[in-house]
T-cell receptor, first 114, second 115 residues
Framework: DTEVTQTPKHLVMGMTNKKSLKCEQH?????MYWYKQKAKKPPELMFV???????INESVPSRFSPECPNSSLLNLHLHALQPEDSALYLC?????????????FGEGSWLTVV | AQSVTQLDSHVSVSEGTPVLLRCNYS??????LFWYVQHPNKGLQLLLK??????LVKGINGFEAEFKKSETSFHLTKPSAHMSDAAEYFC?????????????FGAGTQVVVTP
């Protein structure tokens, strides 16, 4: 069963709020990812975790803070966001980080910053 | 360095007719190639994957793609379009970069299926 579960599906937050997006997979995958997708655009990589350690940070602003509590969970903590941060946030996972690994995506969390 | 070009931003087909989505890539090495589909307000679903085992790759929902190294292409086809095929399609290349396979996405092709 290839499934990545994301909550919440929709989130509206003010620019002074603190909120979190959550992601869970039970496929035994050791790499997990956060992507951001704006309308009509392909996903853009934000963070990569490998074996629960942050491996890649694609120069993402510090108002986005990832966390990997264990091998199945990945969080994205949000604080002091801007309206332009409104987007679809996709979590994904793969068996490992190597080239050729298939990346499986969740349904995404729609974030609106007001 | 790797890059992906999807040659059509929009494709409109009639239900029951063939679908062709074109993708060209550039890569320094032998890449892995993927097609993903994204239905409206949904996440990305893997359609198929090429990893050098066979040049013709069969995927889900009747889709297939052919890897042509000489043309650096990985076009996606389906013999007969269904209304449920209306979606955004992304061609993706994965190449070993700094010890990990970073995905490079094409810009996407929006498929419209008319009755």
């Amino acid at each position: 069963d290839t499934e990545v579960t994301q909550t919440p599906k929709h989130l509206v937050m003010g620019m002074t709020n603190k909120k979190s997006l959550k992601c869970e997979q039970h496929m035994g995958h050791r790499a997990m990812y956060w992507y951001k997708q704006k309308a009509k655009k392909p996903p853009e990589l934000m963070f990569v975790y490998s074996y629960e350690k942050l491996s890649i940070n694609e120069s993402v602003p510090s108002r986005f803070s990832p966390e990997c509590p264990n091998s199945s969970l990945l969080n994205l903590h949000l604080h002091a966001l801007q309206p332009e941060d409104s987007a679809l946030y996709l979590c994904a996972s793969s068996q490992d980080l190597g080239e050729g690994n298939t990346i499986y995506f969740g349904e995404g969390s729609w974030l609106t910053v007001v | 360095a790797q890059s992906v070009t999807q040659l059509d931003s929009h494709v409109s087909v009639s239900e029951g007719t063939p679908v062709l989505l074109r993708c060209n890539y550039s890569s320094s090495y032998s890449p892995s190639l993927f097609w993903y589909v994204q239905h409206p307000n949904k996440g990305l679903q893997l359609l198929l994957k090429y990893t050098s085992a066979a040049t013709l790759v069969k995927g889900i929902n009747g889709f297939e793609a052919e890897f042509k190294k000489s043309e650096t292409s990985f076009h996606l086809t389906k013999p007969s379009a269904h209304m449920s095929d209306a979606a955004e399609y992304f061609c993706v290349v994965s190449e070993e970069t700094d010890s990990w396979g970073k995905l490079q996405f094409g810009a996407g092709t929006q498929v419209v299926v008319t009755p």
